[in-house]
């Protein structure tokens, strides 16, 4: 005689899921996430490239705002720095607020363009990291965005490597930009860029000369000219051919 309080309990084979059938829907679900995996990688790339768009406006703006305190020229070393020789030219030392004197030769200043407004008043900003910096930076003047070499040097620098000279070291004014709405003032680095996803040519964050800003590949650059002071490198957007006169897309 059972036990009046123990209930049996039947399992109706019509509604139970089968091994075959499990087995399906897995593969159903693997399905969906691999034709969704890629999508979603996309969109939280164009998500960053987007921040980083933002992000290069507003480094632009902030050079542009300096510029017009500054007789319409980008802060450089020429004025806020003593000189040196280095093996590939002249090197600067900027110095910075908190006792700090940063060393570097003359036109990689552009890569730590930050140290030169902070020299002349501004505070350290997370506006100059790319989205896609995983962490944060260790010098109050890091940046992922590049000044371009273009405002270190006259225009008659960029025209024929060969006459390269220190003498076309000057403080260039941006209101000598013919093309300013096709010439890069900052541009993304493209090491940080292309973090986003090593299996698509990542786009960088470019901000014109006239404020605007565009997402660009370096192939859709004009071909730049070599720079005999910077280690012969020639570098799209950042040493344009006739410099700020130029322009880096047609």
């Given at each position: 005689m059972s036990d009046p309080g123990f209930r049996h309990t039947r399992i109706d084979r019509r509604t139970a899921f089968t091994l075959i059938e499990a087995l399906v829907v897995i593969a159903i679900i693997g399905t969906i996430l691999a034709i969704m995996l890629p999508t979603l990688r996309l969109v939280r790339m164009k998500a960053q490239e987007n921040q980083a768009l933002t992000r290069a406006r507003e480094c632009g703006a902030l050079l542009i705002g300096s510029a017009a305190n500054h007789a319409d020229s980008i802060p450089t070393s020429l004025t806020r720095a003593?000189?040196?020789?280095?093996?590939?030219?002249?090197?600067?030392?900027?110095?910075?607020?908190?006792?700090?004197?940063?060393?570097?030769?003359?036109?990689?200043?552009?890569?730590?363009?930050?140290?030169?407004?902070?020299?002349?008043?501004?505070?350290?900003?997370?506006?100059?990291?790319?989205?896609?910096?995983?962490?944060?930076?260790?010098?109050?003047?890091?940046?992922?965005?590049?000044?371009?070499?273009?405002?270190?040097?006259?225009?008659?620098?960029?025209?024929?490597?060969?006459?390269?000279?220190?003498?076309?070291?000057r403080r260039v004014r941006l209101s000598e930009a013919s093309y300013a709405s096709s010439k890069a003032l900052v541009v993304e680095r493209a090491s940080v860029a292309g973090t986003r996803d090593r299996n698509i040519a990542p786009r960088l964050a470019v901000a014109c000369v006239d404020g605007h800003g565009r997402l660009a590949h370096l192939s859709d650059a004009l071909p730049p000219v070599p720079n005999r002071f910077f280690r012969d490198a020639a570098i799209p957007m950042l040493t344009t051919r006739e410099g700020l006169s130029g322009r880096d897309f047609r």
């Open positions: 003593r000189f040196g020789m280095s093996a590939e030219g002249m090197a600067v030392e900027i110095e910075i607020p908190r006792s700090m004197v940063i060393g570097t030769d003359y036109f990689a200043q552009a890569s730590i363009w930050p140290a030169l407004l902070l020299a002349i008043g501004y505070e350290p900003s997370q506006v100059w990291l790319s989205p896609s910096r995983r962490t944060d930076p260790e010098r109050l003047y890091e940046t992922d965005f590049d000044l371009t070499h273009s405002v270190l040097a006259g225009p008659e620098h960029w025209r024929d490597p060969a006459a390269q000279h220190r003498s076309m070291w």
